[in-house]
Every structure is written in C-alpha cells, then in structure tokens.
C-alpha cells in the first residue's frame, strides 16, 4: 500500500493528512497551531508542520503543501527570512493597491494584464508597501515566495531550487494565468526597480523536489484550489467556503478578467482556471458574536434558532476587519434596525448568521454575473457544520446548497497532488467521492429576498 501526504498551512493552522494513493482513504491526520497576527515568522510555519507531521511521514512516499495564499515571504543572499511575513489579510498596503492600480492606468488594464485588480491582500501591493515603508528590508530581499513555496522549498532543503504551481502563482499580482509568465515589469515597478529572485512555476503534476529522506514533494498549490483539488469540483460546481475568511469559486476552462476586481482571475490546481471572490469575514462573524453574548458557538446557535428569520428587523454588516469584497479595507462592522422590542441577544445572534451569509450571498452574485454556471451549491469550511448556517444559506441563496461531508478538503486536495506527481499519470487519481448532505431551499424565496434587500440597502447606505 502506497501512502502519500498533505498538508494544510492555513491562517490559524498547520494540518496533516496521510492518505492512500490508490483511494483517498486517510490512515492518520495531524495539526499544530499557528501565532496569531497579521505579520509572523514564516519559520513558525515550518515548526507547526514539523510538529502536525510529527510520527505519520514514516511510510509516506510523496507530499505537498497547500498554504494560504498571497502572503509575503521574503528571504534574503543567506536564504534567511528578512523579516515576518505579511499575510493575505493584513490590511496595511490598502493604499499601494491603490496606487498601484492608478499607475498602471485603472482596473480593467490590470484585469486584461493580470486577470486580477490588486487589492491589500495581494503581494504585488505587499511589494509596494515593503519598498515604501521598509525600504532597507526591500534592499536585502533576493528571493520571494509565497507561504506554500517557502514550505515546499523546506522540505526539499536549502539548497533546492524554490518553485511554486499556477495556482499559488496567480494571486501574486505578477504572474499571468491567461500568459502562464510572470510580468517582470510589474514586479519591478511595484518593487521600485527592485527584481528579486521568484520561484520557478511548476505544472501541477510535475515535481518539485525530495526530501533529504527521499520523499517526493509535489508542486503544491494555493489553499482555495487545493479545496477544488480535494473536492473534486467540475463544471458547474460552485465552492462557498466558510473559514476565517469566505471564498466563492468555480472551476472554468477559460481565464476570467473582471475589471470591477471583485473576482480574482485565479488558475486552477488542475491546468485550468478558478475565479474567485474572496471575503475577510466569514466564520469568525459568529466567533466575535459569541464573544460579545459571552456565549460559546453551541449557545449561539441556540439563540440564534429562538429568533425568525430577517432577526426582527436587525442587521449586521460583518465587515469586522475591514472587507476585501466590497474592497473596503478601512470599514468596521454595523448593527442597524435596533428598537427596544427587538434587543434581544436572540436577533443579535441570528443576525450575525445572516450578515456572514448575505455577505457570501453578494460573492456568489458576483460569480453569476460574469455568466459562470452555476448548477450545484458546495458548502464547506467550519461553520458549514452549523445546521441553522445550512438551511440560512439556502434561504439567503435562494439555491439547494450540497454540504459534503466535513473533511480537511485544502489537505486531501494537496495529497491527491502528491499522488498524482508520484503516479506520473496525464490526470489526478480518481479518489472516492464525499458523501454529500442534500439541503434543499424553501419553495418560498421571499423570506430571504427580503433578507438580502434589507441588507443592502444598509450596505448601499453607508457605502455605496
């Protein structure tokens, strides 16, 4: 029996998953924390996978890596980290996306040029920032990479080349999934004139390297389309994913190049291509909600559940954060429709369920307009175990949403690569589907039109 890993590096977590090649099957799962913050030190990375691995690499004969996306590695001549890295959801080089954006003539140029508009999240603006801010850390960056690559290239020792796949690639802001090549240029005049060394961009079944033991690392990829990977989306399939932050994807056969820059034109793990609309605030609406009740997540839902839904009339705009789409990274979160009849921490809590879901809702809008099928709801992430945020989304989607069933989709999406690289097949394995909850929307879809226009009619009133 041929087994294989994959490894999760997210915003909060390092998690592991040893599956067999031939099935998909997991035979042993683990996870290690990461420090909080906004800015850390990419070594601590390297710790948390270290110890998520700790006794379950033994008989594992190829892994990946699948890492959040966009974060700011920087190394440098010694191949040491410069400082700590940025990541996606570090809101600081807001204002370099702008400039950015202005200096290369406006949205659409850079959505025909990059199939994404810059924003904070995207290194290409953490560039920018870094050569404005900290520009004695910019003169020593020789290398950047990505968290995924700088793990990758861990695994396989210093010495190695460091590489990284489309996927990860594509929300750089200077490589081009329509072109496959990165923008040099770009990179150069976000970096004032600065071109440091990036990672070569792998194909997604070919090989990065080996450990010092000998074990296979594949390309890896970036956390949303290790998710496809792992889920085993096609045409048609649409991903809501509810984590710390929400992404809504889709699998197409054509890059995407929105000029209003609400989907970021991503490529695929598979060859092809992923848009996507990504949201800072998703699952931790409901987290910070239940800190201010003083109340776990159980308790929460359980009032959540005494309230009807609309909340009596109360609305929340999540966007705790700051928010990525709307591309508002400034704005803090707003509670309207208060009276003395309807404060009550019942309609407080169903409306943090509905303003995470709304917010979604306008994300899968997003994807619809641009004419992308959509035939079939995914819910995924923590808060898709929720029952009340599987049968709120249908509400709110007017849609049936698909729920499979809860796994670390980013990790198996990342083994199934490993097989596929160690395999050296022309396509991935074809690994056993999930088993997938069916939940089906009301036939009455006034309930949650009323829902979303209330919502944004608060939205359009504060912002627009």
Wanted: net charge negative.
């Amino acid at each position: 029996m041929t087994w294989v890993a994959g490894v999760d590096s997210s915003t909060q977590s390092c998690k592991v998953v040893v599956c067999e090649a031939e099935s998909g099957t997991i035979v042993a799962q683990g996870q290690a924390a990461h420090p909080d913050g906004t800015a850390v030190s990419a070594e601590k990375w390297w710790e948390a996978l270290q110890e998520a691995s700790a006794g379950l690499l033994d008989r594992v004969e190829a892994i990946a890596v699948a890492g959040q996306q966009h974060g700011l590695v920087t190394l440098d001549a010694g191949g040491r980290p410069v400082r700590d890295a940025l990541l996606w959801n570090d809101t600081r080089s807001a204002q370099a996306a702008g400039d950015l954006i202005e200096e290369l003539g406006g949205p659409r140029v850079w959505a025909e040029a990059m199939g994404s508009v810059p924003v904070a999240a995207f290194t290409v603006a953490k560039l920018r920032w870094l050569a404005d801010h900290e520009p004695a850390h910019a003169d020593r960056t020789q290398t950047v990479l990505l968290p995924h690559d700088y793990l990758t290239w861990r695994l396989c020792g210093a010495d190695a080349e460091p590489t990284t796949d489309r996927g990860d690639a594509s929300g750089t802001g200077y490589w081009s999934p329509a072109a496959n090549e990165y923008r040099k240029d770009l990179l150069a005049s976000a970096f004032r004139d600065r071109v440091p060394r990036l990672p070569r961009v792998l194909e997604p079944s070919e090989v990065a390297g080996h450990t010092p033991t000998g074990v296979l690392v594949a390309a890896g990829t970036g956390d949303n389309a290790g998710a496809a990977l792992g889920l085993g989306i096609g045409p048609g399939d649409v991903v809501v994913s509810l984590g710390t932050s929400g992404t809504v994807f889709a699998r197409t056969a054509e890059p995407s190049a929105d000029p209003t820059g609400a989907i970021a034109g991503f490529a695929s793990a598979t060859g092809d291509f992923l848009p996507l609309v990504c949201t800072l605030n998703a699952a931790r609406v409901l987290s910070y909600t239940a800190d201010l009740l003083g109340v776990d997540l159980e308790t929460l839902e359980t009032l959540a559940a005494q309230s009807e839904p609309g909340a009596a009339g109360v609305t929340l705009l999540p966007y705790l954060t700051g928010e990525r789409t709307p591309n508002l990274p400034h704005a803090t979160g707003s509670l309207h429709g208060l009276r003395p009849d309807n404060m009550h921490p019942a309609h407080l809590a169903r409306a943090a369920y509905e303003g995470m879901l709304c917010n979604m809702a306008d994300a899968l809008d997003h994807l619809r307009g641009t004419g992308v099928p959509v035939e079939r709801v995914l819910l995924i992430g923590g808060a898709a175990r929720s029952p009340l945020v599987r049968t709120a989304a249908a509400q709110i989607f007017d849609t049936a949403v698909s729920v499979p069933e809860p796994a670390e989709y980013v990790a198996l999406g990342a083994a199934r690569q490993a097989a596929w690289a160690l395999a050296g097949t022309p396509d991935p394995p074809e690994w056993r589907s999930s088993t997938v909850t069916e939940v089906a929307a009301p036939h009455d879809g006034s309930v949650g039109a009323s829902i979303r226009a209330r919502y944004q009619a608060v939205r359009e009133t504060l912002h627009g």
